[in-house]
Every structure is written in structure tokens, then in C-alpha cells.
């Protein structure tokens, strides 16, 4: 049955003419999406071939192709998750287009999130929890941080052009033609200054051309979207349902105003009907994130040298990824900055219990609860190290914490063939994949990660050097 759907679906045949793509591309004839700059379809793989992904331009415009072609011809790293021009080619009729990679399977986009938080009963597992909201955040820092490494920028970051998994946090950029060489986007060869929502208070004024400023300004704008479904200057106004550009050039260009400014009151969002749980969500958040958003709407709005770059947002991701809990009592999830947390929906207090993690280059601490896993991420990420995780694939779980009896163990999910040794004292033990063992204090389990041997352990440890159980 399956086969037989696949033979009915209607193909449109494209004459090329000599390039790189062939002589004729087959495509399914619906598009899968279509901009203002063109569509895109579906080129089905050849036997077990992947599908692509075809790019068709509105109009062919020769700077367009030049650019698409700087892109093809650029160095970027194999495994940067993005769906970059693979080929580009011309139709007989004078068309231009490329191909390039489709979304990996699984992943979905923002608009499909907004669509699952609708139908939270129907499409619960694919909401992404706050785990999941750290890797994403992260994901996204990492990509554009190495895009700027290169010296490009990334005019269109925006709601619109990225995908994620909901089960592992891992993020592709796509409708990546829009990248720029950053001295090029400083002389105005750019396509697209940005997408309303997304785009900095100057792009939106016209008063400058893209740069890291204005991608550094757009990320905080989806990491904000992200958490809040909610666009960072559209506060009281919002509720005006005005959309035009005047609308924009006032509110999210010369007088933008953060939706939960403490300083503008007139302005911040109605804390009434549908808006009083983005307050309550927005409550909930750990300072140290409403601190970066302030920073990137508030002293950044129209000072772009203060917005947060992007490898302040890896840091802070991955610390506030080792600080999630689960209310024991109602299950709410929640940041964590103490020993003691009051559940911010049933006002439980919860005493934390703390793991202890480290090695002889750095340290810290991760709550734990019944069935947390954790992952590489968790345990040893820095911002201080130059792509510690290369667009953040140390994403799947290395170890969970289970209960046995009333008593806490550690489970080795590691599938690498590296064992863990499991220290009581002077006794060790191997821990092979799919081995536990009792996690208690003076109980220390080396676990080998990407920078060396880590000890974990209950209770309360400084580590430094000489004194590792091992």
C-alpha cells in the first residue's frame, strides 16, 4: 500500500541546463514550502538514496546565484547541522535553484510546536521539556557562534528557519542561502535584512546592514520564543492586533519596549486572562535567564555591543541544565539554585539532594531525582573550551538514576566500550553497559567522558588535586 501511494503522488520534471545538477531533476509537484523568496520540493533519492530537499527562486536575480554559489564553495564543517546548498543549477526556462539536505526525520519545526501546545493531550510527548529547551538553546548558540568563527553571519535567524528534535534537544538550521560573508552583509550584499519578530531595532529602522550584533540580538529572539511562545517587544500592544509597518518601525524599532520590563510598566504584557500564565511562566525562570534577556532587550535594544553572544548562552545553558528538578509532590518541573525549593505550583518546599561531580579541571553539582538521566552535556560542557561538543551531539544519556528498595542507583548507559569503575574505599568495581550499583555517600563512580576520568558521588566533596579515589 505504502509503494502504491508513492506512485500516485504527481512529479513535475525540471530541464536543466548544464551545471551541476544534471539534466533534469524530478520533483514532487506540491511544495512543502514557499517564502517570498521561493519554494521548496521534494526530490525524491534514487533506491535507498536520501530525498532532497529543491530550492526554486521567484526570480532569478545574478547575486542571488553568486551568493548560492560562495555558499556551495564555502569550507563549513561536515557535520554542521544545517541544510547548506549542496548544488545549484538553471532551468531552460531560466530559473534558478539549488539542492540541498532535507530535515532529519523527527525533528519538527516551531510552528509545529505551537500547533502540539495547542493540543497539549493529543501531542504531549512532543513538547519539549526544559531539559530538551537548555540542549535547543544550546544548539542554536553553538551553530551561529561557528558561523561566526568563520567570519559569516546568518542575516534570517528567525522562528521560521530552524528545526529541532523534541526527544533530544538537537537542532538544523535551514533556508541557509541567506548566509553572508560578514564584510559582504557590511556593504549591503544581503538578500534579507531579517524577519519581523526576529530582526534588531536597526535592521527594523534601516539604519544599519546585518552583522553578529543583529544575529546575536535574533538568537536571543528565538531562545525567547522558545520559552515563551511569544515575540520579546510585543507586550501591552500586542493585544491591539495592529500589523504593519509602522506598527514595527515604532514598537520594535524606535521605541522597543521588553514584554516584561520592569521599568515601562504601561508597556510589559497584560497580566490577565491568557497572559497571566506567560507571567507565571515567565516567574518561574531562574534569574541568571531573565538576567540574559534583559541584557538582550532591554541595555541591547539599541546598544547591540550589549547583547549576550552566543557562547554566553552555551555556558548558561549548560549550567541551567544541571539544575532542573521534578516537585516529588506534583510532579511540576522547575530551575533550581539551592539546597531547598518551593514547588512554584503546589508551594511544596523540597529538600534537594545533590550529586557531586568533578574532576581535576572543574566541579559542580546536579540535583537528582527518580529516573534522571544524564548526559555528557550535563556533566562536563564549558564555554571555556573551544567547541567542547561540535554542534551538540553529546546529547543521548550516559547514565540514569533509578530506586531499588528505597535506595538510589546509578544504571551505566554508556554504549561506548569504555567501562565505568565503581569506588567503595579501597574496593573497586567495573561497571559494564547496563550495570548498576548503589550510589550513596563515600561511593564514587568514575565515569570516562570526553575530557577525562569524572567521580560522582552523594555527598558533599571538593575535588582537587591528589585526593580523587583514583
Known amino acids: 500500500m505504502e509503494g502504491e501511494k508513492e506512485k500516485r503522488v504527481k512529479t ?18 506540491k511544495p512543502i514550502g514557499s517564502g517570498k523568496q521561493g519554494s521548496v520540493y521534494i ?19 545574478p547575486e542571488t546565484a553568486e551568493a548560492v554559489q560562495r555558499i556551495i564553495e564555502a569550507k563549513f564543517p561536515n557535520n554542521m547541522p544545517i541544510c547548506k546548498p549542496e548544488k545549484y543549477f538553471y532551468t531552460k526556462d531560466g530559473r ?69 528534535h523534541p526527544k533530544t534537544g538537537l537542532v538544523m538550521l535551514f533556508d541557509t542561502d541567506n548566509l553572508r560573508k560578514a564584510e559582504e552583509a557590511a556593504k549591503g550584499k544581503v538578500a534579507i535584512r531579517g524577519t519581523y519578530g526576529s530582526m534588531a531595532p536597526e535592521l527594523v529602522l534601516e539604519q544599519s546592514y546585518p552583522d553578529q550584533y543583529s544575529d546575536n540580538f535574533a538568537l536571543a529572539s528565538v531562545i525567547f520564543q522558545m520559552f515563551m511562545h511569544h515575540y520579546p517587544y510585543d507586550g501591552k500592544a500586542m493585544i491591539e492586533e495592529i500589523n504593519d509597518t509602522s506598527y514595527y518601525n515604532w514598537y520594535h524599532g524606535m521605541d522597543p519596549v521588553f514584554a516584561f520590563s520592569e521599568k515601562r510598566r504601561n508597556r510589559v504584557l497584560p497580566n490577565t486572562g491568557h497572559y497571566r500564565e506567560m507571567w507565571k511562566r515567565w516567574n518561574m525562570f531562574p534569574e541568571s535567564l531573565k538576567t540574559m534577556f534583559r541584557q538582550a532587550f532591554e541595555a541591547g535594544a539599541l546598544c547591540p555591543e550589549k547583547r549576550p553572544e552566543p557562547k554566553e548562552w552555551m555556558l548558561l545553558f549548560h549550567e541551567l541544565a544541571r539544575r ?4 516529588p509532590e506534583c510532579k511540576q518541573e522547575m530551575f533550581t539554585d539551592d539546597q531547598y525549593c518551593e514547588c512554584p505550583n503546589c508551594k511544596k518546599v523540597n529538600l534537594i539532594q545533590e550529586m557531586v561531580i568533578g574532576n581535576r579541571l572543574q566541579s559542580g553539582k546536579i540535583p537528582i531525582y527518580k529516573n534522571r538521566e544524564i548526559s555528557p552535556f550535563e556533566i562536563e560542557c564549558s564555554s571555556a573550551c573551544k567547541r567542547e561538543f561540535p554542534f551538540h551531539k553529546a546529547v543521548l544519556p550516559i547514565a540514569k538514576l533509578i530506586e531499588d528498595q528505597g535506595l538510589p542507583y546509578m544504571v551505566n548507559l554508556d554504549k561506548r566500550d569504555k567501562a565505568w569503575i565503581c569506588h567503595y574505599g579501597a574496593i573497586t568495581q567495573e561497571m559494564v553497559y547496563g550495570d548498576g550499583n548503589l550510589f550513596a555517600e563515600n561511593v564514587f563512580i568514575r565515569i570516562p567522558v570526553n575530557r577525562g576520568n569524572w567521580s560522582m558521588t552523594l555527598r558533599e566533596y571538593t575535588f582537587s588535586d591528589g585526593d580523587l579515589p583514583f
Open 96 to 164: 534558478f535553484g539549488y539542492i540541498m539536505n532535507r530535515i532529519s526525520d523527527g525533528f519538527v519545526e516551531y510552528k509545529d510546536l505551537l500547533k502540539y501546545l495547542s493540543k497539549r493531550d493529543e501531542y504531549a510527548d512532543s513538547i519539549p521539556n526544559l531539559a530538551i529547551l537548555c540542549r535547543i538553546g544550546y544548539g542554536l548558540a553553538e551553530i551561529i557562534y561557528s558561523i561566526h568563527e568563520m567570519g559569516w553571519i546568518f542575516p534570517d535567524l528567525s522562528e521560521n528557519n530552524f528545526a529541532f
Open 12 to 29: 513535475m520534471v525540471l530541464d536543466l541546463e548544464s551545471g551541476t545538477a544534471g539534466k533534469t531533476l524530478r520533483l514532487v509537484e
Open 43 to 61: 526530490k525524491r533519492g534514487r533506491g535507498k538514496g536520501p530525498d532532497k530537499a529543491v530550492k526554486i527562486f521567484h526570480q532569478s536575480k
Open 324 to 327: 532542573i528538578i521534578y516537585c
